[in-house]
């Protein structure tokens, strides 16, 4: 009886902590996890074939996330991180009552961190993150007092998922998107969607100094943390080497992240009948 209990308890501190966004965004919450759980060994899935989420309706996003936290269960995760706002907007409230594995989304922790920085914040998310309100509902919980901007921008997962980071059209666009937010003399700024961190450096140059950035990645990974120690499912022993899986092109991941995890990853491709991966490899 013992020896049985403490083999299970060993196998699941050991099992991987399940990651997956649409694409590249949640490697900004996989980079968290590598500096806050450095002992954690994670399976990485991105929707590539699906993406971008952010133009999908409610009934899409909950039935691709159906079909991805399926799989995480059966690859033996103890816990799931939705590196994805909009699948948090849309699907967490819904799946967390399906599914056993516990499943952590970015809105409540990135809407906690805003409270604690301002008074006045913009939020820059997905157009389906914006439209569902799920920031402004999350902060208001907190603080009614707050006064919330939400903006939802089309253009950037695109143009982060084709590498075009440094496009001179990039922060053009960046612009336009921050325009209403700055009319409004906000002093934060939330990450609404986990990709936009990937474009820290062109966000930033557009601010005023006093606006504070909040990343809701570095918020979902101090929740995670505190929830394996509730749960007594932190690692303590080394971390096997990460596992990139994507249901599109696994050339096309592999060159776009390599410039964030710096090497070139591995990468598996998952079939789900939905997905119409052969378009991102042609
Ligand atoms: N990175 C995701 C999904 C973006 C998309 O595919 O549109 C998010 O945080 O919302």
Redesign the pocket.
């Known amino acids: 009886m013992f020896l049985s209990s403490s083999f299970e308890d060993n196998f699941n501190q050991r099992a991987p902590i399940g990651i997956f ?3 590249v ?2 490697l900004t919450v996989l980079r968290q996890v590598y500096r806050q759980l450095p002992n954690e060994s994670i399976i990485y899935f991105g929707d590539t074939a699906r ?6 309706s409610q009934a899409e996003i909950l039935q691709f996330v159906g079909e991805i936290l399926t799989w995480m269960e059966q690859q033996r995760v103890k816990l799931v991180i939705m ?7 849309l699907a967490l409230e819904k799946v967390r009552v399906e599914f056993s594995v516990p499943i952590l989304g ?1 809105i409540l922790p990135g809407a906690k961190a805003a409270v604690a920085c301002g008074k006045r914040i913009g939020v820059i ?2 157009p ?2 914006a439209k569902s309100n799920a920031f402004r509902h999350a902060i208001h919980e907190i603080d009614p007092n707050v006064q919330v901007w939400q903006v939802g921008c089309p253009e950037f ?1 695109p143009l982060i998922e084709q590498n075009r980071i440094h496009d001179p059209y990039t922060a053009e666009v960046a612009r336009s998107y921050l325009e209403p937010l700055l009319e409004q003399d906000i002093d934060t700024l939330v990450y ?5 961190p990937h474009l820290a450096p062109v966000l930033r140059s557009l601010l005023p100094n006093g606006v504070k950035l909040v990343d809701p990645a570095v918020h979902v990974v101090v929740a995670c943390a505190q929830e394996l120690d509730l749960l007594g499912l932190k690692n303590t022993h080394s971390p096997t080497p990460t596992r990139f899986a994507v249901s599109g092109c696994p050339q096309q991941f592999a060159s776009t992240s390599v410039q964030w995890l710096g090497c070139v990853p591995k990468v598996e491709v998952v079939d789900f009948a939905s997905a119409v991966s052969h378009l991102w490899c042609d």
């Open positions: 966004d649409s694409g965004g949640g993406l971008p989420y952010g133009i999908r590196a994805c706002n909009t699948s948090s907007a970015t998310a997905t389906a993150t997962v609404g969607c986990t990709h936009y």
